[in-house]
């Protein structure tokens, strides 16, 4: 039963943990904006929330390669909890910044461990649908905690944001009761206990796919982010109600929700490389379209379909770097995927503030249009490497060729 189940026990857990950060994200821009902060200074708040994590995921990742993965899933709970608990606290935006920061630390060890488990206990033929409905847990959360956190913040935005930050850590809590013996004994990573060696990260990130892969995952998690931390703002100068605001983002992470139980069949239809690189595209377009002054109902159908485009990203980078990267390095390979992830959310943030402070509200929306445009050329080159079998350029998967004739050469 438990190891039917395990997937969809992670699925739980990881949709209360991320509806606990959606709804800390923007509950922490509202009681930021409660303390006097101006968009720059929201702007640094939510790049420290991925500060820490820049420096901590790699180490995590070596960690996981050489043991197992559960053991990172109740600690990521635990901080998440804290962060969220101490932001709603805090008298300043000094300490809201540093609890932000230890807020981030919680979905980065979740994420580490939970990313690891699905490749390890998931047959290569299963990981593009297996991380696909690993990440339905996310957009669950990112659907129901911006429409909570919209629901509790009123006019008195000091005050019931601090109750909608105390309300998310409660929240984060019951990811604890589907984790207990979640990870298959069987999966321990022997190979990694027997040849002992780390693979050097310069090594990993010369791979080829798993750049791409990185650049992929930064460009849509950043997007996700600024829209998450900035669509208050926006909210803010176009008298755009708070409760409003969270429905809008949840609008768009059940988008991201339909997309993701569509995933395989629309991998069959179009392949990899036409999927990643149409909906970065689109997404590109879509938020820079988000700039212009559009009635609510048009921005309602732009996130709707934004958040469906960016639905696709995120499980296709995890199972590009999965595939491409060594066997023995594959926790660290997610490790950097997850360093560029925090590298965006810090750089991104602070970015979007200063262009916010330069250009206007605005102004940051069409930033992210460029760096999914980016993201879009990326993916027409993930595909463009031989087979396996036949050698021809393929759309199938960054490494999947890599990684077939590596498990060929191991008798795997």
């Avoid at 630390?105 to 033929?125: E, K, T, Y």
């Avoid at 993930?382 to 008798?411: F, L």
Wanted: glycine share 12%; net charge positive.
């Amino acid at each position: 039963m438990e190891r039917r189940y395990w997937l969809l026990r992670l699925v739980i857990a990881f949709g209360f943990a991320q509806g606990a950060v959606s709804m800390a994200r923007p509950a922490v821009s509202y009681r930021a904006l409660s303390l006097g902060a101006d968009e720059r200074a929201v702007g640094v708040v939510a790049g420290v929330y991925a500060l820490l994590p820049l420096f901590a995921a790699v180490p995590l990742g070596r960690r996981t390669d050489r043991g197992r993965c559960a053991p990172l899933l109740p600690v990521g709970v635990v901080l998440i909890a804290g962060g969220c608990a101490l932001s709603g606290t805090a008298g300043s935006l000094a300490w809201m910044a540093a609890w932000s920061g230890v807020m981030g630390l919680g979905p980065l060890c979740f994420v580490i461990g939970a990313q690891s488990l699905v490749a390890r206990q998931s047959a290569p033929a299963e990981q593009d649908r297996n991380f696909g409905h690993f990440t339905i847990g996310a957009s669950l959360g990112q659907l129901v905690g911006p429409v909570a956190a919209g629901l509790l913040i009123g006019d008195d935005m000091g005050r019931t944001s601090t109750l909608a930050l105390v309300v998310a850590a409660a929240v984060s809590t019951v990811s604890f009761t589907s984790l207990w013996r979640i990870e298959h004994r069987d999966t321990d990573p022997a190979h990694a206990r027997v040849e002992g060696g780390k693979v050097p990260v310069h090594r990993i990130l010369r791979t080829r796919g798993v750049p791409a892969g990185i650049f992929i995952s930064l460009a849509v998690l950043s997007a996700t982010d600024i829209l998450t931390a900035y669509l208050p703002v926006i909210g803010e100068h176009r008298s755009i109600a708070p409760a409003t605001i969270g429905l809008l983002l949840s609008l768009r992470a059940a988008a991201t929700i339909a997309c993701r139980l569509v995933m395989t069949p629309m991998i069959r239809l179009l392949g990899r490389t036409v999927l990643l690189t149409v909906t970065c595209l689109l997404a590109g377009l879509l938020c820079a379209g988000i700039a212009l002054p559009v009635p609510v109902w048009a921005l309602a159908v732009m996130l709707a379909v934004l958040g469906f485009c960016l639905g696709v990203g995120q499980p296709l980078s995890m199972t590009t770097v999965v595939q491409a990267a060594p066997d023995e390095a594959r926790s660290t390979a997610l490790a950097l995927r997850l360093t560029g992830n925090r590298l965006g959310q810090v750089a991104a943030p602070a970015s979007a503030g200063l262009i916010a402070g330069l250009a206007g509200t605005a102004a940051p929306f069409v930033m992210l249009g460029a760096l999914l445009l980016a993201a879009a050329g990326l993916g027409v080159r993930v595909g463009r490497r031989p087979d396996a079998s036949t050698g021809t350029a393929t759309g199938t998967g960054a490494g999947t060729g890599r990684a077939a004739r590596r498990r060929a050469r191991q008798g795997a």
